[in-house]
């Protein structure tokens, strides 16, 4: 009955195919194990093991047929914890609401499985209370990013990153690390996570690479399923207590975005977009998955461009929240998907002409629930979504098509019988978070994950019996290991003192493997025979926090100062003469052949997460452990191999899409997909490089940037007023729109929450501004009309001064930013507002000028070799300035004596 419809061309995909009466095995047997990934010539239909039941159908309906507009609208609002409580839940009856990355109960980092279960209730009871006078009821779910165990909270087991799931190469493992997953979760009395991630990451330099599985469709797709079992544990385990609903995102192409943007532009056909970056959904849905996450990108097809229900297709910028084509034609209808659509963080707000708290597009492409996660802009959404219903925007049908979804999934989830959450099975048992059985699990996870990529001399295993010094930025800490998405959004501001008991750090697993007064800090004090262990890695980051720009290569040692100094260490190490073991942690494969050069055995561990000793127990071989992971990603030889992908095993002559690169000529892989060294084996697996002496790439300047400008500029670089080009757009984005860009008209007023800008004129007709700030934060930046980049350097240089003219018409407030960017976060600020001039009453014809030296900028960490936004002021208070006459002057134009000092700033 569950048996796969999938619909498959044997004669295209030949023959790994499962499902296909092909007796003869012509492809190469791939590192999976046993390989079940078809040709999908189609979108396939989904063979759900949670059917359709008709009780809960029936009951469905009874429900709907009695809810008020009102009732049906507040199903489809999901905010943030911080920004919303009990009573406004009451008051909205809000269906759910989620805990976004560092959202804890009263905003207590260390909130127990009781606080949690606690707070749940409170919501719980909110809704029974709404409900009360009704004759029926509605109950309330919470959603959380439970992506790597449950790590929002306090004392949860903390398991590897997917990355590292995908190297260790092991179905069943997956499946009982949902399951942990899923009882942890349940301690908290939390009912939903948005995990599995399922997307197929193919360009290194993306933010989220560490959160797929592998760059490649076949293990997605072989895990996806086993995930979802083990968080949902199939119908029965739904409706139980010790089970969660489970999310496959981000529906989909996350993983394909140009130059690995996040939340960027996919441009893969619709056959590739299926079989590299879909797998994961399939077998996930099969597995019945009750819910997909919309996702933040775009994706370009002409297939995707005429769908955007009710909104110009001219404008319309392709984001999937607005794909009617992929959210509700491909997904709802032809696979028969019959769970809920969620959307992303305020994903609705990117499509053009929409906002957080604005977008009946979105709702009419197919998102059920909106994640709006700010208090005002939820409200407003949910506002206007009701009067959206009543002048015909959003059709009764799309509402009612949302809220029967809803309600499904939360009767498959058994909610009407399910007690408040502190009187459930596990409720508020912290001995479930990060008990023992768990901590082994991924411990045993850790070890299955780690990558040898070289083992010279067998320099490992290592004795218990020898000495060690442990060394690099890594070595004992904890946000190395655990990565992005733990505790906090981007993994930082952790400590293992205070933020992980229970957890150790590599460097305190080596010294519970061979005894603390055998592990030496430093080189000095260490004797001659003692190996060095060199932990390096990167720091944690998350989404967009960790996207590699185009100024940037995937040089690890170059990415940061502190990670040149890892490689110092290294090359140090082996310098004096030392044995150098290094271990490498990140989100991804990064270029470090020099590392490489001056280690003896490197071993890739990813992000492991709290259990170091599933490291130690290999190197040391501990009970005959060996490595067993190999790659899920292909490993770089070059500084701008970032899109070396392994081709589709399930395509028939894959034909290497224009934004990949081409692996058998100048791209090819230092370690191909697959590779990885074991103790039982010295097969080389057909790398033939010496790993002693590989070349090193002489770039030295960004993948996404031409050569740098050594130039010298002689003219000013005009970017507002007079003499300007057009060459900029001015922009305006703030708190209260939810930071979204919004084109400041040069011939009117523009007004985003508490900014307006009125043209006004100075020199010539209207080429200058006056900004009035309110209270919100708020900003105005100039910025290229596509948003692209480019080289300014010939502006250093020249030792150019940043100029512009001003005059302030209203007190300074205690500080005003001015900002360049480089790709934000790449970015450099200056607090100018005491630099700012006297204040002058509006309609004085003087107006003064400000000149900053733009190596106060670069001193800050400006990358003027890819400049997006060369002028940006942000203010949080109130504040009236005229602003005008923009530019970028060089020194040999005016030496600028009367300049600020940095100093000054
Ligand atoms: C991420 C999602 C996550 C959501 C809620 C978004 O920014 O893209 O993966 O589930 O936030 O935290
Ligand atoms: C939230 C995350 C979310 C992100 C989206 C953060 O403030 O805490 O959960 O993914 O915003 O950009």
């Known amino acids: 009955m569950h048996q796969k419809r999938t619909i498959v061309s044997c004669l295209v995909a030949m023959a790994i195919l499962t499902g296909c009466n092909s007796s003869s095995d012509p492809v190469p047997k791939p590192p999976v194990e046993s390989s079940t990934l078809p040709y999908f010539s189609e979108w396939p239909q989904i063979d759900s093991q949670i059917d359709k039941d008709q009780a809960i159908e029936t009951h469905i309906a009874l429900i709907l047929g009695q809810m008020t507009l009102e009732e049906k609208v507040g199903q489809m609002v999901q905010p943030n914890l911080p920004e919303v409580t009990p009573a406004e839940a009451k008051q909205y009856k809000l269906g759910s609401i989620l805990n976004g990355g560092g959202a804890w109960p009263n905003n207590n980092k260390y909130a127990s499985a009781a606080d949690w279960v606690y707070a749940a209730d409170q919501y719980w009871e909110a809704l029974e209370e709404a409900y009360a006078d009704r004759g029926f009821k509605v109950p309330f779910m919470w959603a959380t990013d439970a992506v790597h165990g449950h790590n929002n909270v306090y004392r949860a087991t903390v398991f590897p990153h997917n990355i590292g799931l995908g190297a260790a190469n092991n179905p069943e493992l997956i499946k009982q690390i949902g399951q942990a997953t899923a009882k942890e979760v349940s301690a908290t009395g939390l009912d939903w996570t948005f995990a599995p991630t399922v997307a197929s990451p193919r360009d290194y330099r993306w933010g989220r690479v560490y959160e797929g599985y592998s760059e490649d469709p076949e293990i997605i797709h072989l895990y996806a399923g086993k995930m979802v079992e083990g968080l949902q544990g199939g119908a029965e385990g739904l409706k139980g207590q010790t089970n969660v609903i489970s999310n496959v995102k981000h529906w989909v192409g996350d993983g394909g975005t140009l130059d690995g943007k996040d939340r960027g532009e996919n441009y893969y056909s619709e056959e590739y977009l299926r079989n590299i970056h879909a797998t994961g959904y399939f077998s996930g849905l099969d597995a019945g998955a009750q819910v997909v996450m919309s996702s933040f990108n775009s994706w370009h097809n002409p297939a995707n461009y005429d769908q955007n229900a009710g909104s110009d297709s001219a404008t319309y910028n392709h984001k999937l929240h607005g794909s009617k084509y992929l959210l509700n034609d491909i997904l709802k209808e032809k696979m028969g998907f019959d769970g809920l659509i ?5 994903g609705q707000g990117e499509l053009s002409g929409c906002s957080a708290a604005n977008c009946p597009e979105a709702v009419n492409a197919g998102n059920d629930i909106f994640m709006v996660t700010a208090r005002s802009d939820w409200k407003a959404f949910y506002n206007n979504v009701i009067s959206q219903v009543n002048d015909g925007t959003i059709s009764m049908q799309r509402i009612d098509d949302a809220v029967t979804r809803i309600l499904r ?29 768990h901590r082994a699990l991924a411990r045993q996870a850790v070890s299955e994950s780690l990558v040898l990529l070289k083992n010279k001399d067998a320099v490992l295993p290592l004795s218990k019996s020898k000495p060690y010094i442990i060394l690099g930025s890594a070595a004992n800490s904890i946000q190395k290991q655990t990565g992005g998405w733990s505790l906090t959004w981007q993994g930082d501001g952790n400590t293992i003192a205070k933020d992980f008991p229970g957890a150790s750090t590599l460097k305190m697993a080596l010294e519970d493997e061979v005894g603390a007064a055998n592990v030496y800090t430093s080189e000095s004090s260490a ?12 720091d944690p980051y998350a989404e967009m926090f960790g996207d590699i720009k185009a100024s940037q290569t995937l040089e690890f040692s170059s990415l940061k100062a502190s990670y040149a100094a890892d490689l110092a260490i290294v090359k140090a190490m082996k310098e004096v003469g030392r044995q150098v073991v290094t271990v490498f942690y990140s989100g991804r494969p990064l270029y470090v052949n020099e590392e490489l050069n001056h280690s003896d055995a490197f071993v890739a561990a990813w992000l492991p997460g709290t259990e170091a000793g599933g490291i130690t127990d290999v190197l040391f071989a501990h009970s005959g452990a060996d490595f067993k992971g190999r790659l899920s990603y292909s490993w770089p030889m070059k500084k701008c191999s970032t899109t070396i992908n392994r081709h589709a095993p399930n395509i028939e002559n894959y034909v290497t899409p224009s934004m990949e690169q081409d692996i058998e000529g100048e791209h090819k892989p230092l370690f191909p997909y697959g590779y990885g060294l074991a103790y039982a084996s010295s097969d080389q697996q057909g790398v033939t490089e010496d790993l002693d002496d590989l070349p090193l790439d002489t770039r030295e300047f960004g993948c996404g940037v031409d050569e740098p400008d050594n130039g010298v500029a002689n003219v000013n670089l005009e970017i507002f007023g007079p003499s300007e080009n057009g060459e900029y757009q001015p922009r305006i984005a703030g708190e209260a729109n939810g930071w979204a860009a919004v084109d400041v008209d040069r011939g009117a007023v523009t007004t985003i929450g508490s900014l307006s800008v009125t043209p006004i004129n100075y020199l010539h007709q209207q080429d200058a501004v006056k900004l009035e700030f309110g209270s919100s934060i708020a900003e105005i930046f100039f910025e290229t009309l596509d948003g692209a980049g480019s080289d300014r350097n010939a502006y250093v240089n020249a030792d150019s001064s940043l100029q512009f003219d001003i005059q302030l018409l209203s007190e300074a407030p205690a500080s005003m930013r001015l900002r360049a960017d480089c790709e ?63 530019r970028y002057v060089p020194r040999s134009l005016d030496a600028a004596e009367d300049a600020l000092t940095c100093e000054g700033l």
């Not at 969620?342 to 305020?346: H, I, K, L, P, Q």
């Not at 007690?419 to 990060?434: E, T, W, Y």
């Not at 004797?527 to 990167?538: F, K, R």
Request: hydrophobic share 45%.
């Open 342 to 346: 969620v959307t992303d963080w305020n």
């Open 824 to 886: 934000y976060p790449c970015t450099a600020e200056l607090d100018i507002s005491g630099a700012l001039p006297a204040v002058r009453t509006e309609g004085d014809a003087e107006w003064d000028t400000v000149k900053i030296p733009l190596s106060c900028l670069v001193a800050e960490g400006m990358e003027f070799s890819f400049v997006d936004k060369v002028f940006l002021l942000q203010s949080a208070a109130p504040v009236t300035v005229n602003l005008g006459n923009i």
């Open 527 to 538: 004797p001659p025979e003692a190996i060095a262990i060199v932990v390096i890695g990167e």
């Open 409 to 437: 999934v939360k009767m498959r989830a058994n909610l009407w019988e399910k007690p408040k959450p502190s009187l459930r099975q596990l409720a508020g048992n912290d001995d479930i978070l990060g008990s023992d059985s």
